[in-house]
């Protein structure tokens, strides 16, 4: 089946710093990749859906300028986390469409903790 | 809005034991439904996936079922074992996109 990894799959920061995580798909291209972000005993809550070649789409309330969205290439998209303050802490998980298919394959996420 | 609610929230069942998971969505115009499975600290694993045409789908010892008139799907563990201990969560697609809407999951325990 498809694969997607995540990196890092800890980070740990201080408040203020940036942090970047990276989502790639290993044996399939994705012109369409999403992050989630999940909190504790929480489902998980769709951020934005990151788009190759052009600018990611933010769900209400996400703040665009705060998380920043590249998908550089039809294998990667990165999130980054600006600013990052204790509140940010959370698990964020991307995910990818397989091709030709809407199964959505995930990432094993990434557990950020802002101090 | 859609909106995914999974009951019960939590459930504990002694090993062996057949049992049914439920999930209900407000919005019945879905491309598809996905169960996934979620281990404490760790991403999501596909289990299956019932297109909006489709009644059901089976894989081992489960069997998903959708009712996409009334909004609800089921999965439905057979046998259960201590290794099915996770936390179970149900999505939706929202029609014409590729979104997913997740309910906040049920946490099966499965006791020896």
């Known amino acids: 089946g498809a694969v997607v990894s995540q990196h890092p799959s800890r980070v740990i920061c201080k408040s203020g710093t940036s942090v970047k995580i990276e989502c790639r798909s290993l044996d399939f291209q994705a012109t369409t990749m999403f992050w989630y972000r999940q909190f504790p005993k929480q489902s998980l809550m769709l951020m934005a859906t990151?788009?190759?070649?052009?600018?990611?789409?933010?769900e209400q309330g996400v703040e665009k300028d705060k998380f920043l969205i590249n998908h550089a290439s039809l294998t990667l998209s990165t999130l980054t986390v600006t600013s990052a303050h204790p509140e940010d802490s959370s698990f964020y998980i991307c995910s990818a469409p397989g091709l030709g298919t809407y199964e959505q394959y995930f990432g094993p996420g990434t557990r950020l903790t802002v101090t | 809005k859609q909106e995914v609610t999974q009951i019960p929230a939590a459930l504990s069942v002694p090993e062996g034991e057949n049992l049914v998971l439920n999930c209900s969505f407000t919005?019945?115009?879905?491309?598809?439904l996905q169960w996934f499975r979620q281990d404490p600290g760790k991403g999501l694993t596909s289990l299956l996936l019932?297109?909006?045409?489709?009644r059901e789908q089976t894989s081992g010892r489960l069997n998903a079922s959708l009712d996409k008139s009334s909004g609800r799907s089921t999965l439905y563990i057979a046998a259960s074992q201590p290794g099915d201990s996770a936390t179970y969560l149900c999505a939706v697609h929202e029609g014409g996109s590729e979104k997913l809407v997740f309910g906040k999951g049920t946490k099966l325990t499965v006791n020896p």
């Open positions: 019932i297109q909006s045409s489709q």
């Open positions: 990151s788009n190759e070649g052009s600018k990611a789409t933010y």
């Open positions: 919005d019945s115009a879905i491309y598809n």
